[in-house]
T-cell receptor, first 114, second 114 residues
Framework: ETGVTQTPRHLVMGMTNKKSLKCEQH?????MYWYKQSAKKPLELMFV???????ENNSVPSRFSPECPNSSHLFLHLHTLQPEDSALYLC?????????????FGEGSRLTVL | SQQGEEDPQALSIQEGENATMNCSYK?????LQWYRQNSGRGLVHLIL?????REKHSGRLRVTLDTSKKSSSLLITASRAADTASYFC??????????????FGRGTQLTVWP
């Protein structure tokens, strides 16, 4: 138990569906992140939020839409995805104004796009 | 790219043996971290070493950092079957205060046979 909870753990969706991934952290951290992990590729940073403000958007397609209503919750809204978007989506959190320490990851949401 | 690259890609050893994994990176860093990931799960932080440190220990883990060679190594002593996992190095980049800009490699898959 890392203090970062992701739901759902598994998701199968069609290319025309709309779904959302949820992440909640119970660690009092101020920064939250979405990473994408595809087979045989390095972890890709997608979005970073610091104190609810988006500070990083790593050229992610608009079919991925993040939402951070408060410092404890982070969503990733998905719509009209492509099969190549199938991957493990990892949420993480950290503390501190500028990055100096470790990331705490959730268990991930395994997404399959048919 | 700043991304760390782990070597070897895969390592298979017997219980009780030591496992050594290496990481190389390209630009100056503030710190380097090692993470572990069990199959299909989230990443778990193992150890962080700062650029002004040369060696760090945590239980059966020993990490070294050579900033002149831009490389790090992770040594797991007296390995156990439970150490079977993927191991990733992650480096930050000295580019102002870009929060969360951690670069992960593709990882080393370690298998420890009983």
């Amino acid at each position: 138990e890392t203090g970062v909870t992701q739901t759902p753990r598994h998701l199968v969706m069609g290319m025309t569906n709309k779904k959302s991934l949820k992440c909640e952290q119970h660690l009092g951290h101020n920064a939250m992140y979405w990473y994408k992990q595809s087979a045989k590729k390095p972890l890709e940073l997608m979005f970073v939020y610091n104190f609810k403000e988006q500070t990083e958007n790593n050229s992610v397609p608009s079919r991925f839409s993040p939402e951070c209503p408060n410092s404890s919750h982070l969503f990733l809204h998905l719509h009209t995805l492509q099969p190549e978007d199938s991957a493990l989506y990892l949420c993480a959190s950290s503390s501190g104004e500028a990055y100096t320490g470790e990331l705490f990851f959730g268990e991930g949401s395994r997404l399959t796009v048919l | 790219s700043q991304q760390g690259e782990e070597d070897p890609q895969a390592l298979s050893i017997q219980e009780g043996e030591n496992a050594t994994m290496n990481c190389s990176y390209k630009t100056s860093i503030n710190n380097l971290q090692w993470y572990r990931q069990n199959s299909g799960r989230g990443l778990v932080h193992l150890i962080l070493i700062r650029s002004n440190e040369r060696e760090k220990h945590s239980g059966r883990l020993r990490v070294t950092l050579d900033t002149s060679k831009k490389s790090s190594s992770l040594l797991i002593t007296a390995s156990r079957a439970a150490d079977t996992a993927s191991y990733f190095c992650a480096t930050d980049a000295i580019r102002g205060s870009t929060l969360g800009r951690l670069y992960f490699g593709r990882g080393t898959q370690l298998t420890v046979w009983p």
